[in-house]
């Protein structure tokens, strides 16, 4: 009788599928109001004029995106439900950008590269796919610790640090150039990506993710902050698959992490993970796309409303206005968390949907709201 091994090139695609599956499933379903039209949150469409289903057709675009992880499980050797999953979730996308959500564009792009690997035709084909999502493992740890160096994170950091969890006192907040040290976070996560790339340290890097992915979920979890939840089930995904990829994974050599060998989805993983962020500095590409998780520097809205306009508004609005002296603003963070479980999708763009429909209240008017970011 042949002992199991899990961590044979087979078993690591077989178990990372399961997780992204399960993890798909659990978050559509904590999200569900985020799929639907009929909703008090407004849709920002990538288009105007991009159609808006409702009822039973919407119903049904849900249902289907419920369904297509459990029988991509269930029919795991056709890459059809793959693309079938992949296919709706950018034409809902299209509808409203807000469902463009970080760790739903990593998974499916994991579960992309399985499917494109699963085919007869290519040679390793487990390989490749193992391979794909350490790229984009890397590239997601690499790129989220580059864009939290800045002053926000700093600024935003350091107090919270200081005050809340080292319990410093007040004095050590008035000594400037300590709060540079709050670095240690960006350049810790950059080094354990880092890491990853090497034979010798890449286990070490692994404990050190589990380790953090767990003081995530901690963080967040109604023991500490109890905000944004629906990010927890994706930190314990990531502390699976980054076991099931990368713990004893035998010596990889650099070209296989810095060459597409000839693959074009590879090469693709490799445009989107590594290249494409660098647009991000100079606003060409978006951040969530570029990884930028947690930096402070994503534009944070406030809809400042006029007195004007506030008879008009809708009375759900109401539990997420909020007073600044004697100006009044939504907050669309809560907004959008409150219904829909989900952050806000950080681009002005989107944000300028948002200031519409809200104007859309009163139609008749001049439009009474403003936009400001923090």
Known sequence: MH????????NRIKYARLILCITLVVIFLISF??????RNYPLAPVFDGFPVFHGAVEYLFAVMLLSFPLF???????PFFTYALITLFIFMVLGDQNRLQPYLYQMLLMLLCIAVFSAKKFHRKNAF???CI??????????????KINHHFIDRMYPFVAGNLLNLPVHFFEINYLKYFILVIPLSEILIALGLLFNRTRNSSVILLVFMHFAIILFL???????NKIVIPWNLTLIGLNILVFWNA???????WLLPQGSFTKGLVMLLVFIMPVFNFWGKWDHYLSASLYSFKVPYPKLYVDQNLLPDLPPYIGQYLRKEGNAVFIDITYWSIGELKVMPYPEERVNEKIRKAVCGYAAEKPCL????YY
């Open 3 to 10: 002992s199991f091994d899990l961590f044979t090139e087979y």
């Open 33 to 38: 109001q985020l799929w639907l039209t009929n």
């Open 72 to 78: 991509i499980l269930i029919f795991r050797n056709s």
């Open 129 to 131: 796919a193992i391979q």
């Open 134 to 147: 350490r790229i984009i493992l890397f590239g997601t740890y690499f790129w989220a610790g580059i864009h």
């Open 221 to 227: 979890s109604p023991l500490g902050l109890n905000w």
């Open 250 to 256: 035998g010596k990889i050599s650099l070209s296989r």
């Open 369 to 372: 709201a403003r936009i400001e």
